[in-house]
């Protein structure tokens, strides 16, 4: 199993050539904010652990053990977007809320969630109800 770090690269790689048809370290870097040279060490780890493969000139491109993982870890990250917008989590917050929750939950509370939000999906009256009960909330400052 991928770890959390590995996971976020895994997941942007994927994005990055989904969008752009290609993920170059320095694309890599910008998005994930980190410094190239650690693009690269990670690139080397996913390379040798076959969910990527490498070559210094001509950029990367993803196993299908890597596709696989990555679709499901955008999945992940889309599904828990739906989940916090639909109990009324503050569309500003939500982005980073699920990059810290979207690595520590099991696959068998992504499926539950999951559930959740198909339910609310298809029950728009339900939906509503829920909707009466989430009032704005001021919080301290973060
Ligand atoms: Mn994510």
Same mark, same amino acid.
């Given at each position: ?29 910008? =998005? ?22 490498? =070559? ?45 929750? =979207?690595?520590h939950l099991s696959w068998n509370s992504i499926d539950r969630i999951g559930d959740v939000v198909q339910f609310f999906e298809e029950n728009p009256d339900a939906l ?12 301290? =400052?973060?």
């Amino acid at each position: 199993m991928p770890t959390p770090s590995m996971e976020d690269y895994i997941e942007k790689i994927y994005s990055l050539i989904e969008n752009k048809g290609y993920a170059r370290v320095s694309d890599i870097a910008e =998005e994930l904010l980190v410094h190239p040279s650690s693009v690269t060490k990670m690139v080397q780890k996913l390379d040798k652990d076959e969910y990527l493969v490498y =070559e210094k000139y001509r950029g990367l491109i993803l196993t299908p053990k890597g596709k696989t993982i990555g679709k499901r870890l955008l999945e992940r990250h889309a599904l828990l977007e739906s989940f916090l917008g639909i109990i009324g989590v503050e569309e500003t917050r939500i982005y980073e809320d699920v990059e810290g929750i =979207e690595h520590h939950l099991s696959w068998n509370s992504i499926d539950r969630i999951g559930d959740v939000v198909q339910f609310f999906e298809e029950n728009p009256d339900a939906l509503a109800k829920l909707q009466g009960m989430q009032h704005v909330t001021r919080y301290p =400052e973060e």
